[in-house]
């Protein structure tokens, strides 16, 4: 084959490939080596030169500079392919450890190479540069709606071509349930991961995030698009039923209205692309009660009990309407938990009433108890909103003396008995801790506050090695602290294991 034709392979390839000419000759240059040192019966190393105007090409065996290891026979690992720093200076002073000696040698007719073994380096050249290109063009496109046809289906994973670029996979727990789908569809999904792995990149498209249904929403609503409509968040029960919380930037819009479209054809839109999945749209509100009220449409709730410290709150609905605000395997109360963040616990009208009766009566036993006053005085003061001596204790004295059926002495007498309980307490708790001193290294642990550290020795974790060996979830049991505090105390503690 005539040197000529060499221009010609690389130029054709490069052109119907879109690889780069460059990559191309170092994968014939790779070829050519490679049958030339098929001449040798021993490992030598070889070394072709293509010049890129006139597809001539030289050959030249080299050998490597190196330092002598005593592990071989004459220190050399290789020697029909390298030699000793001393021996190679001879021949060029300037060496250096990791340069080369080079001859010229006869090269191969490239007519008559290993025809097999050039055409698999191209090959792999051009499979190289191919998946390259793909996670060049799809790496920054996390987070962004594909759309592909479904080339097969294997035991539930969806693979899709997309658009001829690119396959990607939609791994059966990223299909919506029960999605029917067959070879030839045309399907939408959001581009959740790109890896790079030994075959090639892996694109990893879901259908049942809840990413998928806000990226729809940002296609089908042009003013979501633009900015003027934001969506806060999405929960979903993929294929079945979804919830949405938006709100407007511009108050003259309504964004529920807009989302729902003329006649219901944006969020039908939406929902065709889902196998029929029902959409909620919820507005948005900065108050959590009400947002929590407005996700659990369509119910109506009559009352709403919130807990800040557990982050849940009991939500009350009519009697009648219970199963409703529930939901099908309570799917509803699910969806709207997820997509306000609070833990909701859902009772009937009647059911919350006998909650807040029990919850009374316990606060009034325990105001009679602490304070030493009989049932009239504790249930008008749990009434007013006042359900333990800490409530009392820190109120100001002119409020607890503007119910109506106190005066300032009676407010002054309950609020001194208060005090006086919560200083009991006070002393009882510090008496507690002093019975039981934490280690030094505990109390001297950075991130460590003195009474963190008498608490967590009164309950058995007296030292840093005591701390190390407790869990995130067992730690927050026994002491009160949040998830992200017990964790960083937790961590800090397995220092000196890691330092070990």
């Not at 789908?181 to 694109?203: A, F, H, S």
């Not at 369509?298 to 009519?318: N, R, T």
């Given at each position: 084959?005539?040197?000529?034709?060499?221009?010609?392979?690389?130029?054709?390839?490069?052109?119907?490939?879109?690889?780069?000419?460059?990559?191309?000759?170092?994968?014939?240059?790779?070829?050519?080596?490679?049958?030339?040192?098929?001449?040798?019966?021993?490992?030598?190393?070889?070394?072709?030169?293509?010049?890129?105007?006139?597809?001539?090409?030289?050959?030249?065996?080299?050998?490597?500079?190196?330092?002598?290891?005593?592990?071989?026979?004459?220190?050399?690992?290789?020697?029909?392919?390298?030699?000793?720093?001393?021996?190679?200076?001879?021949?060029?002073?300037?060496?250096?450890?990791?340069?080369?000696?080079?001859?010229?040698?006869?090269?191969?007719?490239?007519?008559?190479?290993?025809?097999?073994?050039?055409?698999?380096?191209?090959?792999?050249?051009?499979?190289?540069?191919?998946r390259k290109k793909v996670y060049e063009l799809y790496k920054d496109k996390v987070g962004d709606l594909v759309t592909g046809v479904i080339k097969r289906i294997e035991r539930g994973n969806v693979f899709l071509d997309l658009e001829g670029a690119a396959e990607a996979i939609i791994p059966r727990g990223e299909m919506i349930p029960r999605e029917p789908v067959r070879?030839?569809?045309?399907?939408?999904?959001?581009?959740?991961?790109?890896?790079?792995?030994?075959?090639?990149?892996?694109?990893?498209?879901?259908?049942?995030?809840?990413?998928?249904?806000?990226?729809?929403?940002?296609?089908?609503?042009?003013?979501?698009?633009?900015?003027?409509?934001?969506?806060?968040?999405?929960?979903?029960?993929?294929?079945?039923?979804?919830?949405?919380?938006?709100?407007?930037?511009?108050?003259?819009?309504?964004?529920?209205?807009?989302?729902?479209?003329?006649?219901?054809?944006?969020?039908?839109?939406?929902?065709?692309?889902?196998?029929?999945?029902?959409?909620?749209?919820?507005?948005?509100?900065?108050?959590?009660?009400?947002?929590?009220?407005?996700?659990?449409?369509?119910?109506?709730?009559?009352?709403?009990?919130?807990?800040?410290?557990?982050?849940?709150?009991?939500?009350?609905?009519?009697?009648?309407?219970?199963?409703?605000?529930?939901?099908?395997?309570?799917?509803?109360?699910?969806?709207?938990?997820?997509?306000?963040?609070?833990?909701?616990?859902?009772?009937?009208?009647?059911?919350?009433?006998?909650?807040?009766?029990?919850?009374?009566?316990?606060?009034?036993?325990?105001?009679?108890?602490d304070i030493d006053v009989d049932e009239d005085v504790a249930l008008i003061l749990v009434q007013e909103g006042y359900t333990s001596i800490d409530d009392i204790g820190l109120v100001a004295l002119e409020e607890l003396a503007a119910i109506e059926e106190f005066d300032e002495d009676i407010a002054g007498e309950i609020q001194q008995r208060a005090n006086d309980a919560?200083?009991?307490?006070?002393?009882?708790?510090?008496?507690?801790?002093?019975?039981?001193?934490?280690?030094?290294?505990?109390?001297?642990?950075?991130?460590?506050?003195?009474?963190?550290?008498?608490?967590?020795?009164?309950?058995?974790?007296?030292?840093?090695?005591?701390?190390?060996?407790?869990?995130?979830?067992?730690?927050?049991?026994?002491?009160?602290?949040?998830?992200?505090?017990?964790?960083?105390?937790?961590?800090?503690?397995?220092?000196?294991?890691?330092?070990?």
């Amino acid at each position: 084959m005539a040197n000529k034709e060499i221009l010609m392979i690389v130029d054709v390839v490069s052109n119907e490939k879109e690889i780069e000419q460059s990559v191309l000759f170092d994968a014939l240059e790779a070829a050519l080596a490679m049958a030339t040192k098929k001449k040798y019966a021993k490992d030598v190393d070889v070394r072709v030169s293509i010049d890129t105007e006139t597809g001539d090409y030289e050959s030249f065996r080299r050998w490597e500079a190196v330092e002598a290891d005593e592990g071989f026979e004459g220190g050399i690992e290789r020697p029909d392919a390298q030699l000793l720093l001393a021996d190679a200076q001879k021949k060029n002073a300037d060496i250096a450890i990791g340069e080369f000696i080079e001859e010229p040698i006869d090269s191969v007719e490239f007519g008559r190479i290993g025809a097999q073994a050039a055409k698999q380096v191209i090959v792999q050249k051009v499979r190289e540069a191919e998946r390259k290109k793909v996670y060049e063009l799809y790496k920054d496109k996390v987070g962004d709606l594909v759309t592909g046809v479904i080339k097969r289906i294997e035991r539930g994973n969806v693979f899709l071509d997309l658009e001829g670029a690119a396959e990607a996979i939609i791994p059966r727990g990223e299909m919506i349930p029960r999605e029917p789908v067959r070879v030839g569809d045309r399907i939408r999904g959001y581009l959740k991961e790109v890896e790079e792995v030994v075959r090639g990149p892996q694109l990893t498209v879901t259908r049942s995030a809840p990413a998928l249904l806000i990226a729809l929403f940002e296609l089908e609503v042009p003013e979501v698009g633009d900015g003027l409509i934001e969506i806060l968040g999405a929960a979903r029960d993929p294929g079945s039923r979804a919830k949405i919380a938006v709100r407007t930037r511009d108050q003259r819009l309504d964004p529920v209205g807009a989302c729902v479209g003329m006649r219901g054809s944006r969020v039908q839109a939406v929902s065709n692309e889902l196998a029929g999945e029902r959409v909620d749209i919820i507005l948005w509100d900065d108050n959590d009660a009400q947002f929590v009220i407005n996700a659990m449409s369509p119910a109506e709730v009559v009352g709403i009990v919130l807990d800040e410290d557990k982050h849940s709150m009991d939500v009350s609905v009519k009697d009648e309407t219970l199963s409703q605000a529930i939901g099908r395997g309570g799917q509803n109360v699910r969806l709207a938990s997820d997509l306000t963040g609070w833990t909701l616990n859902v009772m009937s009208e009647t059911q919350a009433e006998e909650q807040a009766e029990t919850q009374d009566g316990e606060h009034v036993q325990q105001i009679m108890e602490d304070i030493d006053v009989d049932e009239d005085v504790a249930l008008i003061l749990v009434q007013e909103g006042y359900t333990s001596i800490d409530d009392i204790g820190l109120v100001a004295l002119e409020e607890l003396a503007a119910i109506e059926e106190f005066d300032e002495d009676i407010a002054g007498e309950i609020q001194q008995r208060a005090n006086d309980a919560l200083l009991i307490k006070a002393i009882a708790s510090e008496e507690v801790l002093e019975e039981h001193e934490p280690a030094k290294d505990l109390l001297e642990m950075e991130g460590m506050e003195r009474e963190l550290a008498y608490q967590l020795a009164s309950k058995g974790v007296v030292t840093m090695e005591d701390l190390a060996e407790q869990a995130v979830d067992e730690l927050i049991e026994i002491i009160d602290v949040d998830e992200e505090k017990a964790g960083a105390l937790i961590l800090k503690a397995r220092e000196p294991w890691f330092a070990e």
